[in-house]
């Protein structure tokens, strides 16, 4: 029964988190852990892994579309890889109930910045590509690491960053799945040499994954309004974070 629960729930983030472009390990983590499971030796990992699925498949209907700034991606992508599996062996070393507060304070930071733009209008001009690859190595590097640490690739970090360079919306969305993609196998394959993974509930996420970024990916891409998607994103962040800080402290 807590398999199947947990399938539903995932399937459901991976929907809203296809939908923002970030591959939902800020939901993977938590969720994971509360049905039991350990967080640095699965829910961790598993949600790092989860989360590189969703937005990898959510780049099939992005790319369709042509949301995707391919060439813009590229430098963040590749710190982010260098830097995630970093992020993923420092993890091992921070005690859980730090990562669970460092967690959600990242969250609320990513939630309340959201908030505060939802209302604006979209970009009209975009950043030269110079300013932005010398930006996006910093960045991709920062969220790389913490992204490792967390089990959440950082994408929540990388996407506001996009559209303070005058991505669009929807443009700032598909190239963090793209970055997303990239650093959260990374970190993944660093928890991994670990040797710590739950299969049979790696299996059946993958599968929860996979129909819930499709449907998330499609949704954004043809029908999601800007303003929207970013609502829907800072109120489930600021969720998890009070249920984080909750937990944390009934301990």
Known sequence: MAYFIVFLIITIASFIFAMLGLGGGMVYVPVINWFGFDMKEVAIPLGLL???????????????KKLIDWKGGAVMAVAAVIASPAGSYFAQYVPV????????AMVVVAAVRTLMVSGNAEPETMMSFKRRAIIGLFVGIFAGFVGGMLGIGGGFI?????MWMGYKTKEAAATTA???TFSSFSGYFGHMAQG????????????????GSQFGARYLSSKAKSKQVKIIYAVVLLLIAAKLVIDVLLK
């Open 196 to 211: 710590h993974m739950n299969w049979t509930l790696t299996i059946i996420l993958i599968v929860s994954v996979i129909i």
């Open 50 to 64: 989860l989360n590189g699925l969703n937005t990898l498949f959510a780049l099939i209907p992005f790319a369709r």
């Open 158 to 162: 990388i996407a506001p960053i996009l």
């Open 178 to 180: 793209f970055v997303v």
């Open 97 to 104: 109930g730090t990562l669970k507060i460092f967690f959600a």
